[in-house]
Nanobody
Framework: QVQLVESGGGLVQPGGSLRLSCAAT??????????VRWYRQAPGKEREWVAR????????DYADAVKGRFTISRDNAKTTVYLQMNNLKPEDTAVYYC??????????WGQGTQVTVSS
């Protein structure tokens, strides 16, 4: 079973920054061929897509709500995808999840990491 582990969440003041990591910890998993997405889910709301990155740093896109503030990147040698979040706002408060998908056939989720933006 493939495991994705998110980390880097926490409490930050408005305007602050956090960097989330999504690490694939399963030995032999060909992480480099997967499209990886970040999603988030705020209390009482549906899960929403945040950002996406293709296998070779292509195919990068962001939700309008985070465009210009968040940056997604990956290090395939470390089987890790990052989400750099700057200028955080209270409305960014949510549990953030990463998802690795290949051809809509192989689909894996992490357990989530809490991000709270509050003064």
């Amino acid at each position: 079973q493939v495991q994705l582990v998110e980390s880097g969440g926490g409490l930050v003041q408005p305007g602050g920054s956090l960097r989330l990591s999504c690490a694939a910890t399963t030995s032999g998993f060909t992480f480099s061929v997967y499209v990886v997405r970040w999603y988030r889910q705020a209390p009482g709301k549906e899960r929403e897509w945040v950002a996406r990155i293709g296998p070779t740093d292509t195919y990068i896109d962001y939700a309008d709500a985070v465009k210009g503030r968040f940056t997604i990147s990956r290090d395939n040698a470390k089987t890790t995808v990052y989400l750099q979040m700057n200028n955080l706002k209270p409305e960014d408060t949510a549990v953030y999840y990463c998802n690795a998908n290949l051809a809509s056939q192989y689909d894996y989720w992490g357990q989530g990491t809490q991000v709270t933006v509050s003064s």
